[in-house]
């Protein structure tokens, strides 16, 4: 059986439109989703809608709306986002699939049934926008901890998990498998706050009187559920619904003795394999509610935890915080309009090291197309192609790897192929490292052409010439293949312009071998020139430079 990879993304609220810091989290599941892929890996990559809650219910009564017509109208900024983005996702889960509000009612019941939710009274500070309970002692100023906003305070009754039983257990969890919470730095992060804090119990029902747009309780009419313990839930529902189904009769009788225990319906509850989760992707404004809800909540449902939890870091602009009312959300449809998909893909993850914070500017970005892809990369191609084609006529002899000479190329470029696969750059998601040692490949290649100079061996020693070339393609079909998760699309037009046929379909029945120096492919090889990769992009201050420099009378324009 092949293995298995589960990767998932937060599921992201329809209440706003999608922007940069959406489309970070998501790209980054992209990148890990497309690399296992290829490594002959069974994927599941998930994403989805967040779609109840007080946020959307208050964000579709201002558009007149109901809550659903509402989602339904919203979750198509996602989906058309992703779309544009090349995002290979295998499922959408929205929150308000009938089989994922079957699953939460069947979840609340089991906790419910096994004592591990209490009804009682309480009084705390309530933050309505965040939808988060507060004790006197957290509030800043009076205020919100987390957002500043003012709290109510609210007297009521309601359901509490109790999750403060597991506070050692996690402790324990967390200290025994050290890559659970990643980067190490959110890992010590949430080890300090269990260790430091008594951990409280969970309020996870909401009074209907106060909010109707949430999940019933299965158990008391008049509440509904908390809408994270909905949402965390859709990591684990998905897998039931919307996962690729078991054909494997040893798991199916495995999965009908699951039904059983779970006494809800579920016709194709037959896809239990895929939990755990490999990777939950996240950004560090949501690290508590998975490091520490979600993972009491599964210890509870004696349900295995996810392999691990990665918070990524915010992008700022200028230094500040996105926010709607600063009017500086940066929009990725716009940004993908104006400088392309996989610009956008390989700036943010070459930028900054995932998971740490990073400021976004679009002249950072043009510096990184005109000097990494436009010069290091879009050159490198369109040279290549052009010598093989006077030289050759676009023919590459790809029988020619023989010890010695073919070897000289590989042997420098072999360092950075084996950081680009490296197990650990992967397991702990260094996208930036990794990218690093692919423009270390074309740089090495870069190198390998100036020392060569295919133009005099083109007089003196044509026999030469083409072994040079054969490396140097081979060194670009690996830069192709290297660089396919991150930037797909660019990745397939090296591919072809190398002669070969598609990426995708070749990589499926070679892998892994594909990645390997020795591969060749079956059929003969001819090149074929294209536009070029990435043209540079001119600011239009650069532009006036330039032409005030050429013609110093001239006005700069506007
Ligand atoms: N619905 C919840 C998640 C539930 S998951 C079970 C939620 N949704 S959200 O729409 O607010 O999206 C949050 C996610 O967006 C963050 O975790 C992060 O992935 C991403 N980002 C939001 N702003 C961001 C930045 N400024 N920078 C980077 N990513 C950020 O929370």
Known sequence: MKKRFYVTTPIYYVNDIPHIGHAYTTIAADILSRYNRLQGKEVFFLTGTDEHGQKVEKAAAEKGRNPKEHADIMVDNFRNLWKRLNISNDAFIRTT????????????????????????????????????????????????????????????????????????????????????????????????????????????????SRLSWGIPLPFDENFVTYVWFDALVNYYSATKYLAPQQSDSSQQSALSSQEETFNFQLSTFNSYSWWPATHHIIGKDILTTHAVYWSTMLTALNLPLPKNIFAHGWWTVHGKKMSKSLGNMVDPNAMVEKYGVDALRYFLFREVPFGLDGDFSEQALINRINTDLANDLGNLVSRFIAMAEKYFGGEIDIGRIDAGASSELEEQCAYAHMNVHRKEYWSHLHFSLMLENIWDIIGETNNYIARKEPWKLAKENIDYLKIVMFNIWNALRITALSLYPFMPDTAGKIWRQLGLKSLVDEAKQYSPEIFEWDWKPSYEIKVSKAEHLFPRIETKEAKNKRRKAQNPSDTPRP
């Open 97 to 208: 699939d009938d089989a994922h509000i079957k699953t939460v009612q069947g979840l609340l019941q089991m906790l419910w049934d096994r004592g591990e939710i209490e009804k009682r009274e309480y009084a705390g500070w309530y933050c309505t926008p965040d939808e988060r309970f507060w004790t006197e002692k957290d509030l800043v100023e009076g205020n919100c901890p987390d957002c500043g906003r003012p709290v109510d305070q609210i007297h009521e009754e309601n359901y509490f998990f109790l999750m403060s039983k597991y506070q050692s257990d996690l402790i324990k969890y967390i200290d025994d498998n050290p890559n659970y919470i990643l980067p190490e730095t959110r890992k010590n992060e949430v080890l300090g706050f269990l260790r430091n804090n008594v951990l409280g119990d969970l309020c996870i029902s909401r009074p209907k």
